[in-house]
């Protein structure tokens, strides 16, 4: 019953530093998405990969790279963190790509502050 | 540009009432309209409305998509406290008909 699972739960960087969010999913699932959350704004798309082997920007990508490592996994990667960038961040995986009229199933967020 | 507005931002009522929460959308292509509820963590899925699909219901709560009026509507009756929560609009369209998100509505349930 694992679903979607987020690494870490909750962190603290220094302005510059770099780190890896993880995420991996149990279902199968062909799609998965990277959402920022900040306070009033809803969710917003910073990328996602279709399927396997192919990842795409959203709304917000600029300081961000991710890596599908496989169908199980999609990692956002922080090259250099700036405080704009503290935030509450969600994967989430879908069965089917984009199109299919598909829920988004969501892993529990990390919270990521930047300093 | 894809939009999604809710509305309202917050409301806070009794257990017992009654209450609705509003999407608006303007979008190119709608595909579909999917309500979520976030409690301390990750949003759950509660319905999708399609083009086809333009009502469900689910014990108290109930949804329905005006495509005329470019919205849609959760309804939730007799409130309680476990309601407590941000509902959150989303809406596939466009090119990618990747879901779009508002900004949530939080709704607050006072015993």
């Known amino acids: 019953n694992a679903g979607v699972t987020q690494t870490p739960k909750f962190q603290v960087l220094k302005t510059g530093q770099s780190m890896t969010l993880q995420c991996a999913q149990d279902?199968?699932?062909?799609?998965m998405y990277w959402y920022r959350q900040d306070p009033g704004m809803g969710l917003r798309l910073i990328y996602y990969?279709?399927?396997?082997?192919?990842?795409d920007k959203g709304e917000v990508p600029n300081g961000y790279n991710v890596s599908r490592l496989n169908k199980r996994e999609f990692s956002l990667r922080l090259e250099s963190a700036a405080p704009s960038q503290t935030s509450v961040y969600f994967c989430?995986?879908?069965?089917?790509?984009?199109?299919?009229?598909?829920?988004?199933?969501f892993g529990s967020g990390t919270q990521l502050s930047v300093l | 540009e894809d939009k999604v507005v809710q509305s309202p931002l917050s409301l806070v009522v009794h257990e017992g009432d009654t209450v609705t929460l509003n999407c608006s959308y303007e979008?190119?292509?709608?595909?579909?309209l999917l309500w979520y509820k976030q409690e301390k963590k990750a949003p759950t899925f509660l319905f999708m409305l399609?083009?086809?699909?333009i009502e469900k219901k689910s014990g108290r709560l109930s949804s329905i998509l005006d495509k005329k009026e470019l919205s849609s509507i959760l309804n939730i009756t007799a409130t309680q406290t476990g309601d407590s929560a941000i509902y959150l609009c989303?809406?596939?369209?466009?090119?990618?008909?990747?879901?779009?998100f508002g900004r949530g509505t939080s709704l607050i349930v006072h015993p």
């Open positions: 989430a995986s879908s069965l089917y790509p984009p199109g299919r009229r598909e829920k988004l199933f």
């Open positions: 279902m199968n699932h062909n799609s």
């Open positions: 990969s279709a399927s396997e082997g192919t990842t």
């Open positions: 979008v190119t292509n709608f595909r579909s």
């Open positions: 399609t083009s086809s699909g």
């Open positions: 989303a809406v596939g369209a466009g090119g990618s008909y990747i879901p779009t």
